[in-house]
Structures are given as C-alpha cells and as structure tokens.
C-alpha cells in the first residue's frame, strides 16, 4: 500500500553522518530511517504533508555550483516537507534548530493542562517525550490556561479537547484514508478545537485515530483508565476478525488482554486496522466460554484430552466402519491445527470425510479511501483451511451438499465470534458420535458426546492464510483459561510429536505436505516513528 516498487537512492549527510535514502524521501524520513531523530507532529508516513507543527525544523547547506561551494540555507526548512537529494548536507543539532525546539515546545505547552498523572496517553505521549528532550524545564507562562470541553466522537472515541496539539494528523486521516471527513479544527487562535461535522458520526475505523494522536488528546473509551502503558506487554498477532488479515500488537498486563494497536504492514493493512476487529479481544472474557474437557458427566484432565479423543474415534470406527466418520474444520482454525485434526482422523479412517466450515458472511466487502478493506467473510483462514483439504484430498464435500443424517460420527470444529455454531451448522439429528470442539456454549456443545474447549487465537499460537493467501504468523499472548490448554497440546501427542508444542516444529512437515509454506512477515519500522 505505501511502497514505491522502483525505488532510487540518494546519498546525503545528516549531522556530518553519510547516509542513504530513497530519492523520493523526505530528510525527515531519511532521518527516521537511519535512527536520528528529529522530533514531529504534524507528520505521519501515510498522510499528506502539511508542515505544521514548526517541530521538525532543520538547516541544511546546499551545493552552489556557480560558487563551487556548499552554502548554508538562511532559513529553517521543515524536514517533513523537503525532499533529499544528492550530497545534501543536514544539521539537526545547531544551536538555532534547538532553540527553535525550545520555542516550539514552549508554545505546545502554553495551554496545554498539566494531565499526565491521569491521562491514557502517559508513557507513550510525543508531548511529555519531546518536552522532556526537547523543550524547557519550567513555563513561563502565568495566565490561566484556556479551557475546552470533552466531547464524545464516536461510540468508541472521546477526545479531551485542551490536550489537544492541533496537529491535524486525525482531520488528514477522515479525509484521506477512511473518506468520510467527519472531522475538521473549527474557530481561530486559542479557541481552534477539533470538531465533527454535526450529523456525521465517525466511521468503522474510528479507534485508528487515538492510535495516531501523537498527545492523549484522542482517546479509546474502552481503554480510558483501565492501565498504565509502561505495565502492558505486546506480542505480534493477526487479527481474526476477517479475511483480510490485519496485523495488529495485542498487549495485555498480568495474562490479561487491554487492547489491540495496529502493526504496521504495507501489503495488508498499512497502519491500520477497524473498530470490529479491535476490540475483538474482549471475547477472550465472555462468560459463556467453554472451559472444562468433558465426555458426558465425567470431566478430564489436559493431559487426557489426547486419550480420550482417540479412544472414542477408535471405538466409533470399530462399531461402524469406514466411511462414516466427519470432520467439520473451522475457517477460525490456525492452519497447524487443521493440519493436526485432519491426519489424526485420516490416521483412523482413511476414509472419513474432510468438511471446510462455514464461512460468515456478513454484508459486502467494505472498501475505504485509502483501498483499507473490511473483507465480507468473517473468518480469518477459509483459505488455509480450502488449501489443506485440497490437498488431503479423498472425501471431501461442501458442508451445503452434506446429508448429516447419514453420517454417524461428526467431529465439529468452531470458534465463531458472532454466531452460535449450531446456527452455522444446524444439525437434523444427533449422530451416534459427535465431537464438539469450541470456544463458546451452544446448542451443538450441549448435545455433543465429547466437548473440547477451544483456546481463543490470542491462547494459541499459529499461522493463518488470509485471502491473498498470505501466511501469517501469531504468537501466543495469554494463556487459557485454568484447566485448558491450547489445542496443539493435545494434537500434536495426537500425531505423535513429542515435547512441548510449539506451532514452529510442524512447519516444515507443513511446507513439505503443502508443497511450500511461505510466510509473510511485514517490515519492522524503526523505532523513531509514531
Ligand atoms: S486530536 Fe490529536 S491527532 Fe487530532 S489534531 Fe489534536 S493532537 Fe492532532
Ligand atoms: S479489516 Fe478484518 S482483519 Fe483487519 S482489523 Fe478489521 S476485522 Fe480485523
Ligand atoms: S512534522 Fe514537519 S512541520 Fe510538523
């Protein structure tokens, strides 16, 4: 989405260092780049470039070729603005740039309220950062500080409205990544506030505005006071809300998820993601989660899941013979899983029949300004989950052309965030075996001969295929709940594995049964950039 593909590059000098960057770079990019930083606001990779903010002022000297000489610019240029360009020569450390900082910061933190020991923004605020490094240690200012109101955005967005820098980066972001430009900065001088045009509530990918406000001004109702960042851990994930497959930070205290953020990554989401996937991590705490291994009245131990569920296959193939055994593999599976359900039911029936589960359709693709697309299908890996059938091969069918009445062994899959899996797969009659692996209570789970509590993706770790067919990894970020482990424990004993589980041991028998199993991992921005 942001990378050029023929890229040039220029060589140039920022504070006497030679450094390298693309020809179409800004010094300010550059900079970041090569992990000197200069201090900004008003700038951010993926918006237009206003150079407001005065913060990322430079000098810079310039090759004169009448003169034969480099000659110094008279003026500060904003290095968010100015393209590099051969043997440019930056400085961004000149007594006349510092004190522009200095003035600068003096001027941010003119009626700025003195919030920090309770604002969400604590910790990870370009405010407190750049006044600490690059502006003054007391104010001078002895006027009372203008006051503006707290006004609510949108159901997940409140902005503190005298915390606000003016940066404009959330206005740009309305207008030119979601489209709708909800937002402008209304009345003049001291008075200037970010308003919302009355009648226009924000859009589906409101919460990307508290992630890119570079002060606590914007902030996510359902992060506000609930932790102090410097507590929180993240981990790299993939979202599961849809097909596309944004990558996204899941940081969570103590085992105890708090929010998702965007991770950057240009051939998926950018730096983006939506308000449906977000705040998806909340169903990790709902109260109906199945959580206990049971088989009828009787409960088991993690470490007997492997036991029991190859006993009760073994004991269905024996009373009824091949052929009649099923396996519905949820698109809301990582692809080792389906990998490891779908060998240990052929390792018991060779003949058994290999479903993919439904996918969830909810309405049209949403496309935005910027090409961000919410997919239509709910589930995160229907891709994976077509790719390893396929390949499995033998009985197969569409979960539509299936006569559930004639099978008599079904082992389900599920995890669905939005719908009861007996809506999904609405059952006739109970078979003679029905297995029931899920994450949530439903009428299937309460019928089920066997139920097995599924792990959340975020208590698991994997890879899913998204619908460019892009395999993306996740990690583990919190444990399940007490009592449970995640699925692949129990699995990979299944398929005779030994040790610990880790989803990265099954990958190269994966890559070899696929034939290749290539993994994207998005580039890593610097970690100047905000
Ligand atoms: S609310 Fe935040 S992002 Fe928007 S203009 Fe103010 S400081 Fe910038
Ligand atoms: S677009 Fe899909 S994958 Fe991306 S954040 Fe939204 S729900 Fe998650
Ligand atoms: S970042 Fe350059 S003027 Fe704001």
Redesign the pocket.
Known sequence: MSESKEEKFVKLQIDGVEVHARSTDNILRAALDNDIEIPYYCWHPALSVPASCRLCLVEIDEWNPKSGLYQRNPKLIPSCQYQVRQNLRVWTKTEKVLANRRAVMEFYLLNHPLDCPICDKAGECFLQDYSYRHGNAQSRMIEPKTIQPKKDLSEHVLIYSDRCILCGRCVRFCREISGKGELAIVNRGDRCEIDQFSGRTMH?MSGNVCDICPVGSLTDKEFLFRERVWYLTSHPS?????????T?WADHRDERLAR?R?RFNPK??DF???????Y?WKNTYRPDRLMRYHAGKKFYRADQVADLVDHTLRNFKNQHGEGKLAAVLSPMLDNELIYMICKVVRQIDPNAFLIPGPQVVDAPDKKFKSG????SD?T?NIAGVKKILARFGGNQADLSQIAFDKLRGLWITGGYFATPLDQLIPLPVKPDMLIVQDSFVSRLSEMADVILPMAIWLEREGSFT?RQEMIQLFQRVVIPPMGMVQDGHWLARMVGLKGTYRAEILRSELAEFLGGFDIYEPPKLGRLFH
């Open positions: 589906e993939v979202c599961a809300g849809c097909a596309t497959g944004c996204i998702f965007p998926v989401n983006w993601m939506c308000d449906l996937g977000r998806l961000f697309t919410i997919s709910r995160p998204n």
